[in-house]
């Protein structure tokens, strides 16, 4: 999965627990994303990264915050989970210079918030 | 709401068939990616056409682009068992906005 790893694969956690997920590349790409995956509604846009410390808001960010302190790793932390955010998470990078726009996807998460 | 709309939401074929699923946008594009998912997997790139692009080929694929309808088509020729999956079209340079995808099965 052009090195991306995410962590973990799956958790099952109780509402109102903080929960972080993590995700690492070893590509160098300078975006860095974070989607989630729901029956009906595709992938959505939740945050991305355009560099170390660089952050912005995608389509459903309400709940989620992110953080990247290195080029490789990028965060993603639900504060307070509730059961809305039960979902499968996924990770995905790119380098837009030139001709390349492609994204690169990571294995997902799966998060079971009870 | 989702930029790209995909038709049909699901497509079932024999095997050696051609499989054609469709696309559309609401904004202006600078290019129309597609991906492919299978069950569990993450999504996997497979064809970009740019704005200033009509058709594009690549193996089995054939994508159109008509920016003047704001859609695009995906045919996937000679399919095969393994081409079962969901396809999904994805507009964006920078911040990506994906489709609700086609769920393709393909019948040995």
């Known amino acids: 999965d052009a090195g991306i790893t995410q962590s973990p694969r799956h958790k099952v956690t109780e509402t109102g627990t903080p929960v972080t997920l993590r995700c690492h590349q070893t590509?160098?790409?300078?975006?860095m994303y974070w989607y989630r995956q729901d029956p009906g509604h595709g992938l959505r846009l939740i945050h991305y990264?355009?560099?170390?410390?660089?952050?912005d808001k995608g389509e459903v960010s309400d709940g989620y915050s992110v953080s990247r302190s290195k080029t490789e790793d990028f965060l993603l932390t639900l504060e307070s989970a509730t059961s809305s955010q039960t979902s499968v998470y996924f990770c995905?990078?790119?380098?837009?210079?030139?001709?390349?726009?492609?994204?690169?996807f990571g294995p997902g998460t799966r998060l079971t918030v009870l | 709401s989702q930029q790209g709309e995909e038709d049909p939401q699901a497509l079932s074929i024999q095997e050696g068939e051609n499989a054609t699923m469709n696309c559309s946008y609401k904004t202006s594009i600078n290019n129309l990616q597609w991906y492919r998912q299978n069950s569990g997997r993450g999504l996997v790139h497979l064809i970009l056409?740019?704005?200033?692009?009509r058709e594009k080929h690549s193996g089995r694929l054939r994508v159109t682009l008509d920016t003047s309808k704001k859609s695009s088509s995906l045919l996937i020729t000679a399919s095969r068992a393994a081409d079962t999956a969901s396809y999904f079209c994805a507009t964006g340079t920078y911040k990506y906005i994906f489709g609700t995808g086609t769920r393709l099965k393909v019948l040995a």
């Open positions: 590509e160098n790409h300078r975006y």
């Open positions: 995905a990078i790119s380098d837009p210079k030139g001709e390349g726009y492609e994204q690169f």
């Open positions: 990264s355009y560099g170390v410390k660089d952050t």
């Open positions: 056409i740019r704005s200033n692009e």
